[in-house]
């Protein structure tokens, strides 16, 4: 008897260890995707900030 306890309760903490896993690695693969966009994103943003930049030097250079 107090092994079949044990062994149950062994069994429901490996099945909510094992649910747990998985649940933090699906949640660590999405921010792995969320980060790789938002790097992505930030590199176009800066290029287009860099062409805004000069844009705005060539019109005051043709203003002055």
Not at 20 to 34: M, T, V
Not at 36 to 62: H, M, P, T
Request: hydrophobic share 40%; no cysteine.
């Amino acid at each position: 008897f107090p092994y079949t306890t044990l062994f149950r309760s062994q069994y429901l903490m490996n099945a909510w260890s094992w649910k747990a896993i998985q649940e933090l690695d699906s949640i660590q693969a999405n921010h792995g995707d969320r980060i790789a966009w938002l790097e992505l994103e930030n590199q176009y943003l800066k290029q287009k900030n860099n062409q805004l930049e000069q844009r705005i030097a060539k019109l005051e250079e043709v203003i002055a």
